[in-house]
T-cell receptor, first 110, second 115 residues
């Protein structure tokens, strides 16, 4: 049973515009949420995270929003750049295990 | 720059053969995870270790998969016998920063093809 879901397999955005990637989860015990970025032939790399006690965390062009009541997480990238083209994985943790979504492939069009 | 090292990067084998994948976690990390990337399941957790002890391997097909940590610098994932449906990319990740939720660091994966 998939505890973390990314319902959009792909997303295309024009360079300079905002990219919004979404993630839903089912387990209310998750206390930490992360986004990873993956390029082809490489492993996922950590991008940004948020604790369940917060609703927003920002790091440069990347902002993660958490809506606990809706069990929903989103990643905003603004402005989007061609180098942001990659697969983005949402992950949730209970402190012991990390559960990942199926990924969203982002293409930023120059 | 510390990183997780996985070998081999690619493995092509015939059905029925034994496959061993190796992982060197980042020095000082006390948790090691094995994930399998598939189109349908994304990153599927197979097993994980804390301080070399297996804590959860419920994601692995027990009859053919086994995971071990002979020492703190080596984790192995074995498949015996391998089957075509095992074809996937297998990732190792290590963690163990200041908090239990410190981000995992992934290796570049082993791409396994079973014919």
């Amino acid at each position: 049973d998939q505890q973390v879901k990314q319902n959009s397999p792909s997303l295309s955005v024009q360079e300079g515009r905002i990219s919004i990637l979404n993630c839903d989860y089912t387990n209310s015990m998750f206390d930490y949420f992360l986004w990873y970025k993956k390029y082809p032939a490489e492993g996922p790399t950590f991008l940004i995270s948020i604790s369940s006690i917060k609703d927003k965390n920002e790091d440069g062009r990347f902002t993660v929003f958490l809506n606990k009541s809706a069990k929903h997480l989103s990643l905003h990238i603004v402005p989007s750049q061609p180098g942001d083209s990659a697969v983005y994985f949402c992950a949730a943790s209970t402190g012991n295990q990390f559960y990942f979504g199926t990924g969203t492939s982002l293409t930023v069009i120059p | 720059d510390a990183r997780v090292t996985q070998t081999p990067r690619h493995k092509v084998t015939e059905m029925g053969q034994e496959v061993t994948m190796r992982c060197q976690p980042i020095l000082g990390h006390n948790t090691v995870f094995w994930y399998r990337q598939t189109m349908m399941q994304g990153l599927e957790l197979l097993a994980y270790f804390r301080n070399r002890a297996p804590l959860d391997d419920s994601g692995m097909p027990k009859d053919r998969f086994s995971a071990e940590m002979p020492d703190a610098t080596l984790a192995t994932l074995k498949i015996q016998p391998s089957e075509p449906r095992d074809s996937a990319v297998y990732f190792c990740a290590s963690g163990g920063g200041q908090t239990p939720s410190s981000p995992l660091h992934f290796g570049n994966g082993t791409r396994l093809t079973v014919t």
